[in-house]
């Protein structure tokens, strides 16, 4: 238990749904951010937030829209996916974006699209 | 950015002490030294990190060259609860402190 929770832990959805999903971490930390793993290849970095405020989009396609009404809640709107957006959304969260803060990974969602 | 370099896998024997090497040669002066590692169906979890000076903590210890060229993650006795990708990551101030994970080192353990 890493004080960040994410749901739903999977997701399967058609092209043409519209879904979210919810990250919450419970540790009182500042900084949020979004990453996708897909397989066979690293995570990739997606969104940072800190104090609520979008710090950091890295070329996200916009069908990927995220939200962050508080320090504790961060959200992915997903619409109108393709199939290899298909991967596992992982969210994390630090006490601020340092290069020496640790960030601490929720358990991810696993998205499949049709 | 700065990269490293680290082996795909590696095998241990339980018990035994492991050796996890990284390779950073283009590692600047403010960049930390960073360990993660991703357990089977589980996100990322830190484990230890450093700047110049070899760190211990309860997970693991982590020895630094001292040219900070390379630097090696070392479990003193692995479970086979260790099994899992471990990450070497350089975190730079003027990339706002991301992580930028590379491939890792899949690491299994024998019993």
């Known amino acids: 238990e890493t004080g960040v929770t994410q749901t739903p832990r999977h997701l399967v959805m058609g092209m043409t749904n519209k879904k979210s999903l919810k990250c919450e971490q419970h540790?009182?930390?500042?900084?949020m951010y979004w990453y996708k793993q897909s397989a066979k290849k690293p995570l990739e970095l997606m969104f940072v937030?800190?104090?609520?405020?979008?710090?950091e989009n890295n070329s996200v396609p916009s069908r990927f829209s995220p939200e962050c009404p508080n320090s504790s809640h961060l959200f992915l709107h997903l619409h109108t996916l393709q199939p290899e957006d298909s991967a596992l959304y992982l969210c994390?969260?630090?006490?601020?974006?340092?290069?020496?803060?640790?960030?601490?990974f929720g358990p991810g969602t696993r998205l499949l699209v049709l | 950015d700065a990269k490293t370099t680290q082996p795909n896998s590696m095998e241990s024997n339980e018990e035994e002490p492991v050796h996890l090497p990284c390779n950073h040669s283009?590692?600047?002066?403010?960049?930390?030294i960073h360990w993660y590692r991703q357990l089977p169906s589980q996100g990322p979890e830190y484990v230890i990190h450093?700047?110049?000076s070899n760190v211990n903590n309860r997970m693991a210890s982590l020895a630094i060259a001292e040219d900070r060229k390379s630097s090696t993650l070392i479990l003193h006795r692995a479970t086979l609860r260790d099994a899992a990708v471990y990450y070497c990551?350089?975190?730079?101030?003027?990339?706002?402190?991301?992580?930028?994970f590379g491939q890792g080192t899949e690491l299994s353990v024998k019993p």
């Open positions: 994390a969260s630090s006490q601020d974006p340092g290069r020496w803060e640790t960030q601490y």
């Open positions: 540790l009182g930390h500042n900084a």
């Open positions: 937030y800190n104090f609520k405020e979008q710090t």
């Open positions: 283009t590692i600047s002066g403010t960049d930390y």
């Open positions: 450093g700047l110049t």
């Open positions: 990551i350089l975190r730079d101030n003027n990339q706002g402190g991301k992580l930028i």
